[in-house]
């Protein structure tokens, strides 16, 4: 990548020297220097900058009266302020500048400038590229992009994973593959889980947790500590005078769901 760069001074003889220091610096590009403030906003607008190292005591229109006149337009370059009188240095930084060069300008510090003009290009590249990414998933999910953004945030998975269309239950050497939407729900029984499928319990060795995983929250969600149903099997949910309440799927099984997980009762609504 190279930094289309402006130069503005209203001396010549500084923003020659200038230009000519940069002129072996692979990624900076110089494509135009001025020597004033209004001749700098023409500039900048047509040219449209990644970078402008900036005097800012400049007759007439100065830096700072520069960076306010220009339109925020989203395109907005890296400003780094260059003078010979530090006591800028707070208006500068008020004025969102990258960096703030002291005239005569030392080699080293010109290079630690732009160094902080390459890091910044790299984070504005890596956040356009999660702002795409996000964008993507919301058009590839049908999630608002408000959603999408707050799993990056809290680092959930952008998109849920798959999950299988039957249920490998081992009994020995054999193995039952039972279709997940014929699972009424499932209760543990110590280390052992029972699927309970079309009138048929099936018994496979798991813990809950484990179990849990492989079962598309869409469709089952854990009721109980030791219950999980499938939200298309309830008929009717029925609420007890404790704060409790009892699920009746279609097959009239009742299953009771604890206060704890009371919160899913929307799942059923």
Not at 145 to 151: P, S, Y
Not at 217 to 222: A, H, L, S
Request: glycine content about 6%.
């Amino acid at each position: 990548m190279s930094f289309r760069t402006i130069i503005v001074d209203d001396e010549p003889l500084a923003h020659r020297r200038l230009a000519l220091r940069m002129d072996g610096v692979d990624d900076v590009e110089i494509v135009a220097q001025c020597g004033n403030g209004r001749s700098a906003l023409v500039e900048i607008a047509k040219l449209k900058p990644d970078l402008v190292f900036l005097d800012i005591q400049m007759p007439g229109m100065d830096g700072l009266d520069v960076i306010k006149a220009l339109p925020d337009t989203g395109c907005f370059p890296e400003v780094v302020f260059v003078t010979a009188y530090d006591q800028y240095a707070v208006s500068a930084f008020q004025a969102h500048a990258l960096d703030y060069l002291l005239k005569p300008i030392e080699d080293a510090r010109l290079e630690q400038s732009l160094d902080r003009v390459r890091q910044q290009a790299m984070n504005r590249a890596a956040n356009t590229r999660v702002q795409n990414l996000i964008a993507f998933v919301a058009e590839l999910t049908g999630e608002p992009i408000e959603k999408v953004t707050q799993k990056v945030v809290e680092g959930r998975p952008l998109v849920p994973p798959a999950f299988r269309d039957v249920l490998k239950i081992k009994d020995g050497g054999d193995v039952t593959n039972v279709p997940m939407p014929e699972i009424d729900w499932v209760d543990a029984a110590g280390d052992y889980m029972c699927v309970h499928a079309q009138g048929e319990t099936h018994i496979m060795r798991s813990t809950m947790k484990e179990l849990e995983k492989q079962l598309d929250p869409q469709y089952f969600q854990r009721v109980h500590r030791s219950t999980i149903v499938n939200l298309g099997r309830v008929k009717k949910v029925c609420s007890h005078i404790n704060g409790e309440y009892f699920l009746v799927l279609d097959n009239g099984t009742e299953i009771k769901m604890s206060r704890s997980y009371k919160a899913k009762i929307r799942h059923f609504r």
